[in-house]
């Protein structure tokens, strides 16, 4: 884990259902009452996706909590988000997205140095029978790490 991050959340089910080819790190643009419901882990984005539009990276489906503790000046916990990217990333984004099968989630959420960041992957839908595999494989490897395990404790 590097310095100065920690994790918030992270999206497994979007490691079972997509296949990652790429990711990128970027900022949020965050209100103030929602940059204090994320550092509290108020968050849940299982069925988030990012669009391009304009331009500029949205996050949709993202919901952060109220927050607690404020007055009645609090975020809409369901508006959309946007990513902060560089224009030749979001260049790549956009003639990846364009490409068939291609769409953009949120991967993880942490604070990096008091920052709130995302891990935006570029993923591609996986079929039943890569899901199937991917649980074959993960059966696998556990009973190995079993096997060696008891082999090490004699």
């Given at each position: 884990m590097a310095e100065g991050r920690?994790?918030?959340?992270?999206?497994?089910?979007?490691?079972?259902?997509?296949?990652?080819?790429e990711t990128y790190e970027c900022g949020l643009a965050l209100e103030g009452t929602e940059?204090?419901?994320v550092k509290n882990g108020s968050i849940s984005f299982p069925d988030s996706f990012a669009e391009i539009q304009n331009g500029e990276v949205w996050v949709k489906n993202?919901?952060?909590?109220?927050?607690?503790?404020?007055?009645?000046?609090?975020?809409?916990?369901?508006?959309?988000?946007?990513?902060?990217?560089?224009?030749?990333?979001?260049?790549?984004?956009?003639?990846?997205?364009?490409?068939?099968?291609y769409t953009l989630?949120?991967?993880d959420f942490y604070l990096k140095n008091g920052r709130?960041?995302?891990?935006?992957?570029?993923?591609?839908?996986?079929?039943?029978?890569?899901k199937r595999a991917t649980i074959k494989d993960r059966d696998i490897n556990r009973e190995l790490q079993r096997?060696?395990?008891k082999n090490l404790r004699g």
């Open positions: 920690k994790i918030i959340a992270e999206n497994r089910k979007a490691r079972f259902d997509y296949f990652i080819e940059v204090k419901s993202f919901h952060i909590s109220e927050y607690a503790f404020s007055s009645i000046f609090n975020h809409n916990p369901d508006r959309p988000k946007k990513l902060l990217l560089k224009r030749d990333e979001i260049k790549r984004l956009t003639r990846k997205v364009d490409e068939k099968g989630i949120p991967i709130v960041k995302m891990t935006l992957g570029v993923c591609k839908g996986k079929k039943q029978y890569d096997e060696f395990s």
